[in-house]
């Protein structure tokens, strides 16, 4: 997954590892979402998608690249859809795309975040340990 390429179409064929409502508390001063809302939402995502290749405690160590494409408001309905990119000997890196259903609109589906995250399997002490497959 890069950021520099055209926008995928929407994966009608999958389900989104989360989806989220946006809600009033979390917008900005211009009226939109906090770009650091829908980071916090990738965060999850990437999480629920990397538990699916190992089962013990993952922490987040990298955002690799995150690109915000369209806002996103009040109301829409955002999907958070994933994908493992990679899996080595302690990481997993997951892509995100991010699409929002305008509120306003049942038919507009806007491709509007991409990103790539990147977690590390540590053990009780919060080192890291070898993904478990």
Partial sequence: MTTHMNPP???KDRQPAIRVVMMPRDTNAVGTIFGGVILSHIDLAAATEAHLRHPGKLVTVSFD???????????DLVSFFTETLRVGRTSITVGVSVWAQ???????????????????????NLKPTPIVQ
Avoid: C, M, N, W
């Fill in 9 to 11: 179409d929407y994966p």
């Fill in 65 to 75: 690249s995150v690109e915000f494409r369209q806002p996103v408001f009040v109301g």
């Fill in 102 to 124: 305008r509120s306003r609109s049942r038919d507009s589906i806007v491709h509007v975040t991409e990103g790539r995250v990147t977690l590390v399997a540590v053990d009780e």
